[in-house]
């Protein structure tokens, strides 16, 4: 153990630890959930502590004796190396002081023993003085989140839609020439082809993901020199501009300096907005899972159009059984992620003032639901849209039974006469074009013509 003294006192820490008296106060302080952020959280916190000692020490404050091993340790930070130095709880001190202060702990005892200091000597290095030098944790935590949200969008999440996407695409072009009966209303309506079913869903995704990205884009936009309020008091001229421009080259992503740091250090409308995608995503990741249920249900007395892969016996009780298991999995996951984003709507309008203090729990969530969303979507790709195969039998003979296709009648006949067609089907067990033709309402020919299946779903017979 060492021994390390801040404003209220001593507490003795770990000696094979790098963070030190702050962040042991935060975990006796904190004992809530176990929880802790995803790595992409205190990677990037160590690319925005990176960028601050570069411009710092570009501005000359900050002596490149001090800043030079400062800018190793932040970088190690950022290359994942500390990952376990990071164990503060999401539910934490207000605005996310105490995840700063682990960072500035874990990089400043990191610097010390670059040049081989002992850990804790923050006369040589300080976590507030060196680490933190023209930062508050005001305009550093909401930056670490922007920064955290975009790479976990671009490199873990966007790819896995795409495929579950592509996954939707393959099944519309394989089923293009399957006609089943469409439903409105959970009831027989006109026909229509499993492939635009799917070729439906396909679209669905694409557009979510578009709306994502769109969203997102405001996250480019950082308070990095703001420090508390938005004035950047305690900075250089020109820092701001330089830090983010530093940052903006580490993370690569394409960052700018935010019009007003005022209104960016106040509100939390980006990550609310992009939580928002998120929701939608969701609910419609719910409704087209519920819709492979309905459509694979029986096998004997459901809809049986499809039929879903086996990941795994469905009963414990009944031999045989096989369930959805996984769009049941999904529609959980998509609940969860709703429930997030009301979290995050909770917290986004909590901010008071010139500072929102609950960004540490929209950074938990807003996380969680990009991961929880990127898995579900790869495992509903790669276990079940993949190998979904379609019932071609059971599904044209519901679209051939269906009394709905006399809506083709409707603008020959009349609709009254076409519902008395229909009522009339229905009750005596006969097809539509038995009635018709019974009824003599046109020839065999033109009848044939108007009750074309194909037609009716936009598609020319052998197209």
């Not at 003294?5 to 975990?27: F, K, M, Q």
């Not at 950082?222 to 820092?239: D, H, R, S, W």
């Not at 009780?317 to 996951?333: A, C, F, H, L, Q």
């Not at 037609?455 to 017979?461: D, E, H, K, L």
Request: aromatic share 6%.
């Amino acid at each position: 153990m060492r021994v390390e003294r801040d404003a209220l006192g001593e507490r003795t820490v770990p000696e094979d630890v790098y963070w030190g008296i702050h962040t042991e106060r935060s975990i006796e302080n904190f004992p809530i959930s176990g929880l802790s952020y995803p790595s992409e959280m205190p990677r990037a916190i160590g690319a925005v502590k990176a960028a601050a000692a570069q411009a710092n020490m570009e501005l000359g404050v900050l002596d490149p004796e001090i800043g030079t091993p400062i800018l190793q340790a932040a970088r190690e930070v950022m290359e994942g190396i500390f990952d376990n130095q990071f164990p503060v709880d999401v539910y934490q001190a207000g605005a996310g002081t105490s995840f700063n202060m682990n960072a500035n702990e874990v990089i400043a005892n990191r610097a010390l023993s670059l040049m081989d200091e002992p850990k804790g000597n923050y006369k040589k290095i300080s976590p507030n003085d060196h680490v933190n030098m023209s930062q508050s944790t005001n305009d550093v935590f909401p930056t670490t989140l922007r920064i955290a949200t975009l790479w976990k969008l671009e490199h873990e999440f966007y790819p896995v839609l795409e495929r579950l996407r592509g996954a939707f695409a393959a099944k519309s072009e394989e089923f293009a020439d399957i006609l089943t009966a469409g439903r409105t209303h959970l009831q027989d309506a006109v026909p229509i082809t499993l492939g635009q079913e799917f070729g439906g869903y396909t679209a669905t995704i694409g557009r979510a993901i578009e709306r994502i990205r769109e969203s997102s884009n405001a996250l480019k936009r950082v308070n990095l020199g703001a420090t508390a309020v938005g004035t950047g008091i305690n900075t250089q001229p020109g820092y701001q501009a330089i830090v983010v421009d530093r940052l903006s080259e580490l993370t690569g992503l394409g960052l700018k300096p935010a019009e007003n740091l005022f209104e960016i250090t106040q509100s939390a409308a980006d990550f609310s907005l992009v939580s928002l995608t998120l929701r939608l995503l969701a609910l419609e990741i719910i409704r087209i899972s519920n819709d492979l249920r309905l459509l694979s249900s029986g096998p004997k007395t459901g809809f049986a159009e499809i039929r879903l892969p086996a990941v795994q016996p469905g009963s414990s009780i009944m031999p045989g059984k096989v369930n959805p298991s996984i769009p049941e999995m999904v529609d959980m996951v998509g609940f969860q992620v709703v429930g997030n984003d009301t979290t995050i709507a909770l917290a986004a309008q909590a901010g008071q003032l010139e500072l929102n203090v609950m960004l540490p729990v929209v950074a938990y969530n807003l996380l969680q639901s990009i991961r929880i969303l990127s898995r579900a979507a790869l495992v509903l790709a790669s276990r079940c849209i993949e190998g979904i195969t379609a019932n071609r039998e059971t599904a044209e003979r519901y679209a051939e039974e269906s009394e709905a296709i006399v809506t083709a009648l409707s603008p020959h006949i009349g609709y009254l006469r076409a519902a008395d067609i229909a009522k009339e089907a229905l009750s005596s067990n006969k097809s539509i074009r038995e009635i018709a033709l019974e009824h003599e309402l046109m020839d065999e020919e033109e009848l044939d013509r108007v009750l074309d299946l194909r037609t009716m779903t936009g598609r020319r017979a052998g197209s």
